[in-house]
């Protein structure tokens, strides 16, 4: 079993930037792929980005050119820095965890006011 807990949510003014955090716990050595999710208000959960354990990312269209992910294997945490932060990014953010199954962290807000 793995563990994911978000943190660094919150409400940022439009052009602003919040970095958030997904520390993971438990089995983690089977985590083949970490990434971001988000779920908009009445809209289905939507990739955000990826990363694989060789660091290799994925992003979505919408975000590319502001928001970067990364990975340190030593403290099993993945971030997610966004930058130049829109509106349309006001979603709750989920961390989700790739191995022999799939895991997902309990979300965390973050609200961009115009």
């Known amino acids: 079993q793995v563990q994911l807990v978000e943190s660094g949510g919150g409400l940022v003014q439009a052009g602003g930037s919040l970095r958030l955090s997904c520390a993971a716990s438990g089995s983690t050595f089977n985590i083949i792929n970490m990434g971001w999710h988000r779920q908009l208000p009445g809209k289905q959960r939507e990739l955000v980005a990826t990363?694989?354990?060789?660091?290799?990312?994925n992003y979505a269209d919408s975000v590319k050119g502001r928001f970067t992910i990364s990975r340190d294997n030593v403290k099993n945490t993945v971030y997610l820095q966004m930058n130049s932060l829109k509106s349309e990014d006001t979603a709750v953010y989920y961390c989700r965890a790739v191995g022999p199954s799939v895991y997902w962290g309990q979300g965390t807000q973050v609200t961009v006011s115009a």
């Open positions: 990363i694989s354990g060789g660091g290799t990312t």
